[in-house]
């Protein structure tokens, strides 16, 4: 039986996100993939917000994906568009990249990264004790590994056999979803009617046409094809433009669930295997990408022995509650999509107020991923939050914060006069940086902050602590989130 540190079911968005993170981390992880390839059965999520480049950018990647997608400058929530141009972030808008390129690109990276991917294999059930997990793969192989993460998707295996509730919503709505080629140039842009709202789009000349088309019964029995695709059109746009070839046909609902528990003893879930909801917002792939980063050096500092196993607590206590805003506000988007009088009155009084400064810096950064803040205590107000990426004068020259966190290691920095702290008794773990910084410090939503003589940054970016460097909690808090004093650290 191979042994790993870490086995991760599902190579999609999360799973190759979670990889690379453990990688960094220097965890001997494996994923197991059902599918044989990268290739995905159709585009699915459409873009990036804020934070996901944001994350990206921290790792030193966020340029593979920029360069690859097209950048807008607002957010759509129902159709509303949320202009962030304003926003006090490198990366003031969303960036459209379709998922299969998002996922090959991300794949590229974790390859680089060395990380074993076994394809075209499912993880079909698992054992756990005390000490381990035993992961059973099909094929008649298995793995011994630390820990199991669950990154398969709104189905998830690792979810049901772990025994973990999925509380939540059923669906109310079905869309039928497709990539199409058509001999006639279709009506793009949305269309609203008693039954919903449709859409029809092609994003660049040459791409195959997106169908999205609100379905007028919930119900159905089996896969949509040609026909019923040819039939939805009609029955809205009154011909089907000649539609001759779909490369990608399926169906979403907006069921809405979340997970009860991200964990369960050594297994863990993230990703739509902790939530699904509908794609309203977009929100869905950039929620899952954003656990991983929030787990991955979490359980990278567990398997490595420096933090106890109770660190991955605090992975629950801080996700589950942004993947409940997300449910949250997709729920409100298809409540404001409703396609009658007193929906549509609803949403203009909505689309009025998110015309008003504060309710549309509000909303967008909620989307956005921007206003994230984990509840880790009083304090400053960046304890919790994104640390943003300021411009640094350093000894080596200068740098920004974001470059600093390339490695996936937390940093302690010090902005004002150097020495002031002993890093000795965690300084394999924690980087001490001095430096500068000339400007304001400005948080989305909150605006100016007070600039902080020193800002404890967790390697996913959020703030453990702020302060000055003879503050008692600082110790603490570099004990909590990256393991107690070492003096074998201090007398190498
Ligand atoms: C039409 C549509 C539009 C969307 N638009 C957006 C958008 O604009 N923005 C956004 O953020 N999100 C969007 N989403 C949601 C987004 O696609 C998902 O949230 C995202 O794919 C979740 O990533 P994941 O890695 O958690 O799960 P998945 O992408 O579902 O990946 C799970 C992986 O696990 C594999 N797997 C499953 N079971 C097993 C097993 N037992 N063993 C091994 N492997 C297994 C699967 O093959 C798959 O590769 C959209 C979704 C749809 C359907």
């Given amino acids: 039986m191979a042994e790993h540190s870490v086995v991760i079911a599902g190579g999609g968005p999360t799973g190759l996100m979670l990889a690379g993170e ?14 044989a390839s990268q290739e995905l059965d159709g585009s699915r999520a459409g873009g990036l917000h804020s ?9 030193g990647i966020a340029e593979r994906f920029l360069s690859a997608g097209q950048v807008h400058p607002a957010v759509s ?4 568009p949320l202009d962030i141009s304003d926003f006090p972030t490198r990366h003031n808008y969303v960036l459209a990249l379709w998922q299969s390129h998002f996922e090959r690109i991300l794949a590229g990276w974790v390859d680089e ?37 669950g ?24 869309w039928l979803i497709a990539e199409v080629e058509m001999d006639e140039e279709p009506e793009f842009g949305f269309r609203r009617d008693r039954t919903g709202t449709h859409a029809l789009n092609r994003r660049e000349e040459g791409e195959p046409i997106r169908v999205v088309l609100t379905e007028r019964d919930l119900e159905h029995t089996g896969e949509p094809g040609m026909g019923e695709l040819r039939e939805a059109l009609v029955d809205v746009y009154g011909t089907d433009y000649g539609l001759r070839r779909a490369t990608w046909i399926s169906r979403f609902t907006d069921m809405t669930r979340q997970a009860a528990a991200y964990r369960k003893g050594r297994v863990l879930v993230a990703g ?75 949403r203009d009084t909505m689309t009025e107020l998110l015309s008003m400064d504060e309710p549309r810096r509000r909303i967008a950064a909620m989307l956005s991923g921007l206003d994230i803040h984990y509840d880790l205590g009083a304090g400053h107000p960046l304890v919790g939050r994104r640390m943003p990426d300021l411009d640094l004068h350093t000894v080596n020259g200068p740098t920004r914060v974001f470059a600093l966190l390339h490695d996936a290691r937390p940093v302690l920095l010090n902005l004002g006069a150097p020495g002031g702290f002993d890093i000795a008794p965690w300084a394999t773990r924690v980087r001490l940086v001095d430096g500068t910084h000339d400007g304001i410090w400005e948080l989305p939503v909150l605006g ?18 702020a302060g000055h460097l003879a503050d008692p909690e600082l110790p603490r808090a570099l004990t909590t989130w990256f393991g107690a004093a070492r003096d074998a650290e201090a007398h190498p």
């Fill in 22 to 35: 453990l990688a960094l981390g220097g965890v001997d992880v494996v994923i197991v993939e059902r599918r």
């Fill in 51 to 59: 934070r996901t480049l944001e994350v990206l950018d921290q790792r």
């Fill in 77 to 80: 929530y129902s159709q509303i």
């Fill in 113 to 149: 990264l060395g990380v074993p991917i076994l394809r075209g294999r499912d993880v079909v059930g698992f054992t756990q004790d005390d000490r381990g997990v035993e992961v059973e793969v099909s094929g008649d192989a298995s793995f011994r590994a630390e820990y199991l993460v």
């Fill in 151 to 174: 990154c398969d998707g709104g189905r998830s295996l690792i979810r049901k056999a772990a025994g973990i509730d999925f509380p939540g919503w059923d669906p109310s709505t079905s």
């Fill in 272 to 346: 739509d295997a902790a939530h699904v909801h509908p794609p309203q917002g977009g929100q869905g792939l950039n929620t899952g990408v954003q656990d991983a980063v929030n787990l991955g050096w979490k359980l990278a500092q567990v398997v490595n022995r420096a933090s106890p196993d109770s660190l991955l607590d605090t992975y629950h206590a801080e996700r589950h509650p942004v993947g409940a805003r997300a449910l949250h506000n997709t729920m409100v988007a298809v409540a404001l999509g409703t396609p009658d009088d007193r929906h549509q009155a609803l």
């Fill in 448 to 465: 100016e902050v007070a600039a902080p003589p020193a800002v404890l940054i967790r390697p996913d970016g959020h703030v453990a602590w």
